[in-house]
């Protein structure tokens, strides 16, 4: 069995994750990472490049992959899960894990980041609000553990979960 961690960016998916993985003796993969050493490019040169879609086969593929593995901790990008494909396929091989934070939290956090292409826009807490609206059915649709990570350490939440965990 895997845990997957998911949530809007900023929400704490690979600090978090990193640390339960160590704590469960799993391997942790962050899927963003992982797509941009299969590509050789970056989030944004990828979206920029290729575009969203291409972004998301490649994430979709990836999802795929991990599904039939064992023993990852997952970190999943802010709309994997916003894929049913993706939630499909994690949740058959995966305890999912939701993590929440308030928009000025995800705010301050994502605020000093320039490689969010997401929120390279005119309004970012609009964005961020539109994005979490949106997004916030699925999550909660499929969530198995939710934690709210608005002024905790990322060690305090990954202890959280395993807590958490069935």
Sequence with gaps: MNVAVYGFMGVGKTTS??????ALGYEFIDMDDEIERRTGKTIP?????DGEARF?????????ELS??????????????????NTEALRVSSTLVYLTASVD?????????????????????????E????????????????????DKTSKEVA????????
């Design 56 to 64: 998301r086969e490649l994430e979709r593929d990836l999802v795929r």
């Design 17 to 22: 994750g990193a640390l339960l993985a160590e």
């Design 131 to 150: 994005l979490i609206a949106k997004r916030r059915p699925v999550y909660e649709r499929y969530a198995e553990v939710t934690i709210d990570t608005t």
């Design 105 to 129: 939290e995800i705010l301050e956090r994502t605020g000093k980041e320039s490689h969010r292409p997401l929120l390279k826009v005119d309004d970012p807490r609009k964005t961020v609000e």
């Design 45 to 49: 040169e990828i979206f920029m490049d």
């Design 68 to 85: 039939g593995k064992d023993g990852y901790v997952i970190g999943c990008g802010g709309g994997a899960l916003a894929d049913l494909v």
């Design 159 to 166: 202890d959280e979960i395993r807590g958490l965990l069935p």
